[in-house]
């Protein structure tokens, strides 16, 4: 099978009112369909400039991105979006929230087929009873689910999650984990997750690819073996502590605290 998306030697700058910034410097990124991709990488290196990137939102200055064999040239609606502060309208419910990209971008699903699309989802994530509150009157897991579920409300081929979980305390950011292994099993999509948190990048990607610092290319790219669910648990053995290490010391390296030479 090919790859969904490709990101074949990309280079971009930025200008600045400091003059021009050279973010991206010859990345390749590749993930396959049904493929789960954790990005991390320094601060400022150019993550949110990939996802972007990857969604049409800007057109790199060199190379290509490619995704289900065709060029992209402008922005996709087969790409969804989630990011760290779920932006939700405090004036609809929780179900309108959800179905509002079934209003901007055209469905043919009637009016009964996206509520129940919409409800569907909200039951996925666990927030059954809740589709008629308000946005205010949930916790902020409960929001980020419900922007997850408005992310996927047109099953797009690709998610894009820039740091979703960023915001939420370490065991609501737990509980969300688990959820995206349950969602990614219900609604097929190739994912691409941007994080800080390293293990997050091991529990939910089936590759890591860590980001040098700018201008930044994919300086180690990490194969995660998916073989059947994953809890928890998996991320306290011997062989996760041995590839958090190996993580830990590749992010040293693209913030130049380490070099390649240095003990992992
Ligand atoms: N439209 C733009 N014009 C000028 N500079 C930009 C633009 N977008 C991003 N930048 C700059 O490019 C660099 C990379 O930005 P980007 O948001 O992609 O980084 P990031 O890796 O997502 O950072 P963080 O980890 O803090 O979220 C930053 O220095 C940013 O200020
Ligand atoms: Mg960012």
């Not at 989802?121 to 579920?149: H, N, T, W, Y």
Request: glycine share 8%; with cysteine.
């Amino acid at each position: 099978m090919g790859n969904l998306i490709d990101i074949k030697d990309v280079s971009h700058t930025f200008a600045t009112d400091g003059g021009p910034l050279h973010v991206l410097d010859h990345l390749n990124i590749s993930v396959p369909e049904g493929g789960f991709c954790a990005v991390v990488g320094p601060s400022g290196c150019g993550k949110s400039t990939l996802t972007r990137l990857i969604a049409g939102l800007m057109i790199p200055d060199e190379g290509e991105v490619w995704l289900h064999g065709e060029r992209v040239k402008s922005p996709r609606s087969t790409v969804g979006m989630a990011f760290q502060n779920p932006v939700l309208l405090e004036w609809r419910s929780i179900l309108k929230n959800v179905m509002l990209p079934l209003e901007i971008v055209p469905t043919k699903l009637t009016r009964k087929q996206q509520v129940e699309r919409a409800e569907f989802l909200l039951a996925l994530v666990g927030l059954e009873g809740f589709e008629d509150k308000k946005p205010s009157e949930l916790s902020g897991g409960m929001r980020q689910r419900a922007s997850l579920c408005r992310s996927l409300v047109h099953s797009p081929e690709v998610l894009i999650l820039d740091e979703p979980f960023g915001a939420l305390d370490a065991f609501t950011r737990e509980d969300l984990w688990q959820t995206m292994h349950k969602v990614k099993a219900e609604e097929p999509f190739t994912g691409v997750l941007i994080t800080h948190d390293l293990r997050e990048s091991l529990f939910l990607g089936d590759q890591v690819v860590v980001m040098s610092g700018r201008p930044a290319h994919a300086q180690y790219v990490m194969d995660i073996p998916f073989d059947g669910p994953r809890v928890l648990d998996d991320l306290y053995t011997p062989e996760s502590a041995e590839r958090l290490a190996i993580l830990r010391h590749q992010i040293e390296i693209a913030q130049g605290r380490a070099t390649a030479e240095d003990a992992a």
